[in-house]
T-cell receptor, first 114, second 112 residues
Framework: KAGVTQTPRYLIKTRGQQVTLSCSPISGHRSVSWYQQTPGQGLQFLFEYFSETQRNKGNFPGRFSGRQFSNSRSEMNVSTLELGDSALYLC?????????????FGPGTRLTVT | GENVEQHPSTLSVQEGDSAVIKCTYSDSASNYFPWYKQELGKRPQLIIDIRSNVGEKKDQRIAVTLNKTAKHFSLHITETQPEDSAVYFCAANDNAGNMLTFGGGTRLMVKP
């Protein structure tokens, strides 16, 4: 079974631009969660989607948004990029949700904002 | 919302020694507590988890204990090996099971 994949793996953007990151979950997994990982803040929960519905959102500004498609693939978008948005963005998929059982992480997208 | 605190932030042990990482959580409704290991440059991977109806769980050299009354849980690694060197994250779920709150991580270094 193929693992969680994320594209692109690396991205360099300029302040003020927007970016879209993509995540393809493990086949059969309906839940996709997104996390921001930085050296100082650890793993911060962004949001979780299940069957195309956002069920939970972390404490991030409205510039961070996401969606999930009918095939469970998910995208997250960050608008008006700031220097502080530089981070590793990880997505993770699971059968029923991250708090219900094992979730599998993708390799991440490393975003650098200059 | 849930708050998870993890200690210590760094831990250095000699190969063969035991390592213990502790976490506390705030939401008494949390009922699922996983531990993830992240090696340098790699993605986090689940190494063990425990549910609130169990007090202890073991898997070879790894064990997790849970004290619901005190709202804390711990990871125990025995007979540490250099390949155990990594960052370890604890987490706790919300009562709906739709999100995980992670601790700040513990960098474990096992010296040969």
């Amino acid at each position: 079974k193929a693992g969680v994949t994320q594209t692109p793996r690396y991205l360099i953007k300029t302040r003020g631009q927007q970016v879209t990151l993509s995540c393809s979950p493990i086949s059969g997994h309906r839940s996709v969660s997104w996390y921001q990982q930085t050296p100082g803040q650890g793993l911060q929960f962004l949001f979780e989607y299940f069957s195309e519905t956002q069920r939970n959102k972390g404490n991030f500004p409205g510039r961070f948004s996401g969606r999930q498609f009918s095939n469970s693939r998910s995208e997250m978008n960050v608008s008006t990029l700031e220097l502080g948005d530089s981070a590793l963005y990880l997505c993770a998929s699971s059968l029923e949700g991250p708090g219900a059982g094992e979730q599998y992480f993708g390799p991440g997208t490393r975003l650098t904002v200059t | 919302g849930e708050n998870v605190e993890q200690h210590p932030s760094t831990l250095s042990v000699q190969e063969g020694d035991s390592a213990v990482i502790k976490c506390t959580y705030s939401d008494s409704a949390s009922n699922y507590f996983p531990w993830y290991k992240q090696e340098l440059g790699k993605r986090p991977q689940l190494i063990i988890d425990i549910r609130s109806n169990v007090g202890e769980k073991k898997d070879q050299r790894i064990a997790v204990t849970l004290n619901k009354t005190a709202k804390h849980f711990s990871l125990h690694i025995t007979e540490t090996q250099p390949e155990d060197s990594a960052v370890y994250f604890c987490a706790a779920n919300d009562n709906a099971g739709n999100m995980l709150t992670f601790g700040g991580g513990t960098r474990l270094m096992v010296k040969p």
